[in-house]
């Protein structure tokens, strides 16, 4: 294919609205998002991981030879990915390791596929509680990994905690009762056609996490017209009720999170930077990141995505999400996979034992619609906003504390719920209250 002429690339009116097509994965050491405003403004290419050693820039072809025309350094990525580090399990493999794990703990595993890829691989999500095949009344939690498909770390990770939970049943009191009251989630691989390529987009070469619904731009949650997997998470969102979730990405080392696409602090801003800083803190290599305070940093104040997934989830899914990179390298050597998992074992724990932090009402029907305003009563008189649900439970992470739900259904007089949140514990079959 011909490479777009040189002022096409600075001329393509509205792309900015659209999701840009990656065939060049570049990195530009020493670069600033100054260095290329005019690609970024006219909509051409993202950047990503910005550093002060420089960023990473993705577009379509003919990016290298524009940035050559301005003598702007910079390194193939993808190139090089392909060229090393050989070992790591295909996709494939990945779905068989998958499969063994759901046969070793048919008691609290269970293996389901949310859709395929664009080509034809199966988005396998395990499920993880006592009595995996019901849909049981507990709290909600998810980690979904790679949706950058060179992004492979958290994959590697994810495989391994959801061993370590099968093995933790039964003989660590902690793992156990999480699984007992918990509903737990795990993806490893959002993009496996990316991830087989050693690519960031899927296989139409398009960024997963710049084509989710955005805030800003959005005034529906739609599916139509997204990337296949974008969909298919989409869809997956919307049949369940997570009420916190983190996503594993990499190229740095830190906890982000929202918003990433403006700059308003988040309405629970203090809480989602605890929860963020809980991980970072038991993560020895990013508790003391020089590049990033205490390991943690807000979405947009590192840069501004649009159309990412962690805005999308808790805008329209009351689903409080953080992002977290890593490894310095997308793709480290495969010996390095120990030492992560290593440095990121409590902190995926903890995390996922936070969703224990909130509360919810569970109706005694099946399709209920409406909204919940959550008004905070205790210590301080906050209100918290207003937020739709719709079937037949309803369940919010909040900071500790005793809060008023106000329920309002269509065609019925509002109904208050007085609940008290703790710290620190985990609730059997979580903190529910009985509605008819
Ligand atoms: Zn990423």
Same mark, same amino acid.
């Given at each position: 294919?011909?490479?777009?002429?040189?002022?096409?690339?600075?001329?393509?009116?509205?792309?900015?609205?659209?999701?840009?097509?990656?065939?060049?994965?570049?990195?530009?050491?020493?670069?600033?998002?100054?260095?290329?405003?005019?690609?970024?403004?006219?909509?051409?290419?993202?950047?990503?991981?910005?550093?002060?050693?420089?960023?990473?820039?993705?577009?379509?072809?003919?990016?290298?030879?524009?940035?050559?025309?301005?003598?702007?350094?910079?390194?193939?990525?993808?190139?090089?990915?392909?060229?090393?580090?050989?070992?790591?399990?295909?996709?494939?493999?990945?779905?068989?390791?998958?499969?063994?794990?759901?046969?070793?703990?048919?008691?609290?595993?269970?293996?389901?596929?949310?859709?395929?890829?664009?080509?034809?691989?199966?988005?396998?999500?395990?499920?993880?509680?006592?009595?995996?095949?019901?849909?049981?009344?507990?709290?909600?939690?998810?980690?979904?990994?790679?949706?950058?498909?060179?992004?492979?770390?958290?994959?590697?990770?994810?495989?391994?905690?959801?061993?370590?939970?099968?093995?933790?049943?039964?003989?660590?009191?902690?793992?156990?009762?999480?699984?007992?009251?918990?509903?737990?989630?795990?993806?490893?691989?959002?993009?496996?056609?990316?991830?087989?390529?050693? #690519?960031?987009?899927?296989?139409?070469?398009?960024?997963?996490?710049?084509?989710?619904?955005?805030?800003?731009?959005?005034?529906?949650?739609?599916?139509?017209?997204?990337?296949?997997?974008?969909? $298919?998470?989409?869809?997956?969102?919307?049949?369940?009720?997570?009420?916190?979730?983190?996503?594993? $990405?990499?190229?740095?080392?830190?906890?982000?999170?929202?918003?990433?696409?403006?700059?308003?602090?988040?309405?629970?801003?203090?809480?989602?930077?605890?929860?963020?800083?809980?991980?970072?803190?038991?993560?020895?290599?990013?508790?003391?990141?020089?590049?990033?305070?205490?390991?943690?940093?807000?979405?947009?104040?590192?840069?501004?995505?649009?159309?990412?997934? #962690?805005?999308?989830?808790?805008?329209?899914?009351?689903?409080?999400?953080?992002?977290?990179?890593?490894?310095? #390298?997308?793709?480290?050597?495969?010996?390095?996979?120990?030492?992560?998992?290593?440095?990121?074992?409590?902190?995926?724990?903890?995390?996922?034992?936070?969703?224990?932090?909130?509360?919810?009402?569970? @109706?005694?029907?099946?399709?209920?619609?409406?909204?919940?305003?959550?008004?905070?009563?205790?210590?301080?008189?906050?209100?918290?906003?207003?937020?739709?649900?719709?079937?037949?439970?309803? @369940?919010?992470?909040?900071?500790?504390?005793?809060?008023?739900?106000?329920?309002?259904?269509?065609?019925?007089?509002?109904?208050?719920?007085?609940?008290?949140?703790?710290?620190?514990?985990?609730?059997?079959?979580?903190?529910?209250?009985?509605?008819?």
């Amino acid at each position: 294919m011909k490479p777009l002429a040189l002022f096409s690339l600075l001329a393509l009116p509205g792309l900015a609205m659209a999701s840009v097509t990656i065939h060049e994965e570049l990195y530009l050491p020493g670069a600033t998002p100054e260095s290329v405003r005019e690609l970024i403004d006219a909509g051409t290419v993202e950047i990503d991981h910005v550093s002060s050693e420089g960023l990473e820039l993705y577009g379509p072809r003919g990016i290298g030879r524009y940035l050559d025309s301005k003598n702007l350094v910079y390194l193939d990525m993808r190139a090089i990915r392909k060229n090393t580090f050989a070992d790591y399990p295909s996709s494939k493999e990945i779905v068989e390791k998958l499969q063994a794990l759901a046969r070793k703990y048919p008691r609290i595993m269970s293996l389901v596929s949310i859709g395929k890829s664009v080509k034809g691989n199966d988005l396998l999500v395990m499920k993880i509680s006592d009595n995996p095949t019901v849909d049981e009344v507990e709290p909600e939690f998810k980690y979904i990994s790679s949706m950058h498909g060179d992004e492979i770390t958290g994959r590697e990770l994810s495989v391994e905690f959801i061993d370590e939970l099968g093995r933790g049943y039964g003989t660590n009191s902690e793992i156990t009762e999480l699984i007992n009251h918990t509903e737990i989630y795990i993806m490893p691989s959002m993009n496996p056609d990316g991830s087989d390529l050693r #690519q960031r987009g899927n296989a139409s070469f398009k960024d997963l996490n710049r084509n989710f619904p955005e805030m800003t731009r959005d005034t529906e949650s739609t599916p139509v017209g997204r990337e296949t997997e974008v969909q $298919h998470v989409m869809r997956f969102q919307a049949s369940r009720q997570f009420a916190l979730s983190a996503n594993f $990405h990499g190229g740095t080392i830190v906890a982000n999170y929202p918003w990433d696409a403006k700059y308003d602090a988040h309405p629970l801003e203090d809480f989602v930077k605890e929860l963020s800083l809980g991980w970072a803190e038991r993560n020895p290599e990013m508790a003391g990141s020089t590049e990033f305070p205490g390991g943690i940093t807000n979405g947009a104040a590192w840069y501004i995505v649009k159309g990412g997934m #962690q805005d999308w989830s808790y805008v329209w899914h009351n689903d409080l999400q953080i992002t977290i990179e890593l490894s310095h #390298q997308k793709w480290p050597n495969y010996s390095e996979i120990p030492k992560f998992y290593q440095d990121n074992r409590d902190s995926m724990l903890y995390f996922m034992k936070q969703v224990h932090r909130g509360a919810g009402v569970k @109706f005694g029907r099946p399709s209920v619609e409406g909204t919940i305003d959550v008004t905070q009563t205790a210590p301080a008189p906050k209100n918290l906003g207003s937020y739709a649900f719709k079937g037949s439970e309803f @369940f919010k992470v909040l900071p500790e504390g005793e809060y008023k739900l106000t329920v309002r259904e269509k065609n019925a007089a509002p109904k208050e719920v007085s609940v008290r949140i703790e710290k620190d514990r985990i609730y059997p079959n979580g903190n529910y209250t009985r509605l008819n």
